[in-house]
Every structure is written in structure tokens, then in C-alpha cells.
């Protein structure tokens, strides 16, 4: 089966810098969509970056300018690094990696695969 997998969450003071990976069980680049999510407890899961097959990234509005998301064809990872980091980035972080395929009806049909998540506190 196709997973992914997070790492790198920890402890971190107020404007630190800490990088996630997520590695996958394939290429990288095999993903029509790669993303990072988070969610804060008693929050929704919220959309923080994505990278798309072709690597054009998108970002959400609160991390635009201290996140980056990238991958690497070579190690199956995709990376979140961030800087400047808030006592509001506290969350669980997710790698989540999305395929879409033709269905025998012509409809997309999406594989949606999702990491256990890896928790992110920042916090003096």
C-alpha cells in the first residue's frame, strides 16, 4: 500500500525554525497534489501549502512568507520548512498526497493518503 510518513515535530521557542519531512513509499513526484495540513486541537484541519507534480507551490495566507514546501525525487520526501515560528503554529501537522485517476465512467477518481501526523509546539 502507498503511505507517507511525518517526522520532525517538536519543541521549538517563539521564532525558531524547524523543518517536517514526510517520506513516502514511492516517488514523490508520482502524486498529482502533495500537501501539508495542520490542526490545532478543538480546531479544523487547515490547508498550509501545497506542491503539485509539476512543483508550482501555493500557501495559505497566515504561513506565506515563513513556510516552504519542497520535495526531494531522490529520498520520496517532501519537506515543511518553516521559520519565525508562533505560539499559533502550535498543531499537529500532516503530510497528505493525493492521486487521481480515470474512472471506467470518465470521472476523476481521487486516492487520498494521509500521514498519523507529527505535533508541532511552540511555546518558551
Known amino acids: 500500500q502507498v503511505h507517507v510518513e511525518e517526522s520532525g515535530g517538536g519543541l521549538v521557542q517563539p521564532g525558531g525554525s524547524l523543518t517536517l519531512s514526510c517520506t513516502a513509499s514511492?516517488?514523490?513526484?508520482?502524486?498529482?497534489?502533495m500537501d501539508w495540513y495542520r490542526q490545532a486541537p478543538g480546531a479544523q484541519r487547515e490547508l498550509l501549502a501545497s506542491?503539485?507534480?509539476?512543483?508550482?507551490?501555493t500557501y495559505a495566507e497566515s504561513v506565506q512568507g515563513r513556510f516552504t514546501i519542497s520535495k526531494d525525487r531522490a529520498k520520496n520526501t517532501l519537506y515543511l520548512q518553516m521559520i519565525g515560528l508562533k505560539p499559533e503554529d502550535t498543531a499537529v501537522y500532516y503530510c497528505?498526497?493525493?492521486?487521481?485517476?480515470?474512472?471506467?465512467?470518465?470521472?476523476?477518481?481521487?486516492?487520498?493518503?494521509w500521514g498519523q501526523g507529527t505535533l508541532v509546539t511552540v511555546s518558551s
Open positions: 506542491i503539485s507534480a509539476q512543483g508550482v507551490t
Open positions: 514511492k516517488s514523490v513526484f508520482s502524486f498529482n497534489t
Open positions: 497528505h498526497a493525493r492521486e487521481e485517476h480515470i474512472g471506467v465512467d470518465l470521472e476523476i477518481v481521487p486516492y487520498d493518503i
